[in-house]
Structures are given as C-alpha cells and as structure tokens.
C-alpha cells in the first residue's frame, strides 16, 4: 500500500510539472502573435488615414488655371450684365414691357431652352407661333443698314435679324390644322409655304413618331407659287390675326434678348463649376 501512494505521488509531481511547463510555453506564444500582429495593423491604419487624406484634398479641384478662367468669367459677366439692357437678372427691357402690355400675345419659353412660343386666341382659333434663338446672327457685318442702289446707307430701313417661324392654326370646330412656315425679318413675314393637315395632332406633334407620321404627306404649293392674288389674301389674313409688321420687329428683338439672357446664366453656371 505504501508503495502504491508512493507511486500516485510521483504520478501527481510529474502531471503538475508538465502542466507548468506547457503553461510558461503558451503565454510566450500569445505574446509572439500580438508582437507579429502589432506592424500589420499600424500599417492598415497608415493606410486607412492617407486615404482619407487623399479623398478630403480631391474634393475641391486644384488646377492651376482654375482661379484665372473664373475671374475672367466674373469680368464677363459683369460686363454683361452691366451693358446690356436687360441682362442683369429681375430687369426688362422696354420694348418687352411694351408688347405684353398689349396683352394680345402670351409668351412661353424656359430657361435652358432654345425655342420660344407665342400663343393667342383670335375669334374661335388657337394661333401658336414658334421660334428658335439659335437663328440669332452674331456677324458684325450683318448688322448695318442696308445699301441702296446710289450707295448711300438707307438708314430708314428697319434691321433685325432673320428669324424663322413655324405658325399653327387650329380651331375646335375642325380637326385640321394650317400651318404656315414664314421668316420674320425687318418688320415683315415673308412666307415660305403654307400646309394644310387633315389631323391636327399630326401637325403639332413632337418626335420621330411624328416625323414619321408627316412623311410623304403633300404639303401645298411654296407660298412664292401661289397666284399673287392668292398671297395677297393670305398676308391679309395673317395680319388680321396679329402676325403683321409690329410682331415680325418683336420676334428678332425677343431672340435676340433671349439668346443674351441664355448666355448670361452660361457664364454664371460655368463660372460656378469652376469654383466648386
């Protein structure tokens, strides 16, 4: 027996010992991973605030043309707006004060675009005549008046420039539409022809469904092809219906005011993009 306790002490001793041994082993070991761990995760974190360092310096172009072209763009659109009647936003020049003080005409047109539309009634029609700013001249050369057979500067002649308009007639009592191509310049409508459409929403439809729709549609003679007196009745009727001399002066003004608005608020969204 005393021999056998003898036996399971020593027993004890060694299991306690090994136990010791793999205990003082094992914390070096933690130790030595936290230690192969610690550079890895400082570089991450390196890496992680150079990041962000780079998004916060990209956030603002840093050109160095950028302070240049937006001071040259603030001096043109100062000028603009300080030499040009009715550029500087909240003010209008006085010939438009004028035609809509007449209230005959409604004035549609938007921001951005390029195309102005003027709308009236007149009797049981609806008259809408279009127009685009883009037909705006800027040539110099353009701008004088004209000359007359002896040489001298007819400077009696009104000016404007040649703006092309497309006019559609329409009435409820019918589901046709007239509609009248015709350039506005120096104070007179000069037509170019006049089509007439059995369906209305044909001749005012947008798009290349009605492009495609209008295809091969037989459109009426040129206005120039008519019988004289034929044109002379229809200037009649036009000018009846407000598309005489007073509108024909109007339309080049307006696009012209217009097209300076359009540039002015470029000059403004682009200087704005420049900056930010």
């Known amino acids: 027996m005393s021999a056998l306790r ?71 659109l100062t000028y603009e707006e300080t030499n040009t009647e009715g550029a500087a936003p909240g003010t209008t020049p006085e010939f438009l004060k004028a035609f809509q003080e007449q209230g005959i005409w409604t004035i549609v047109e938007t921001q951005g675009s390029d195309e102005v539309t003027l709308t009236r009634k007149f009797g049981n029609e609806q008259i809408k005549l279009v127009f685009s700013i883009s037909d705006v001249d800027q040539n110099q050369e353009d701008e004088f008046p004209t000359e007359e057979e002896d040489g001298e500067m007819n400077e009696d002649q009104p000016f404007s420039y040649p703006i092309r308009t497309s006019i559609t007639i329409t009435k409820p009592s019918s589901k046709g539409a007239l509609v009248i191509d015709a350039l506005a ?46 044109q002379e009745e229809f200037e009649r009727y036009l000018s009846e219906r407000g598309i005489d001399e007073s509108l024909a002066l109007f339309i080049p003004d307006y696009a012209e005011y217009k097209e300076q608005k359009e540039y002015v608020s470029w000059l403004s969204n682009v200087k704005t993009f420049i900056d930010v």
Do not use: C, H
């Open 6 to 76: 003898q036996f399971k002490g020593l027993s004890n001793a060694l299991r306690t010992v090994s136990l010791a041994r793999s205990a003082s082993t094992a914390v070096p070991a933690r130790a030595s991973i936290a230690a192969r761990l610690a550079p890895r995760a400082a570089a991450s974190a390196s890496r992680v605030a150079a990041r962000a360092f780079s998004a916060s310096t990209s956030a603002r172009s840093e050109g160095s043309s950028d302070a240049a072209l937006s001071a040259k763009l603030q001096e043109e």
């Open 185 to 230: 310049q120096d104070g007179a409508f000069l037509a170019d022809s006049i089509a007439y459409y059995s369906d209305a929403s044909v001749a005012n439809g947008a798009g290349a469904e009605a492009d495609w729709a209008r295809r091969g549609l037989y459109f009426g003679p040129q206005f120039a092809q008519l019988d004289v007196a034929v």
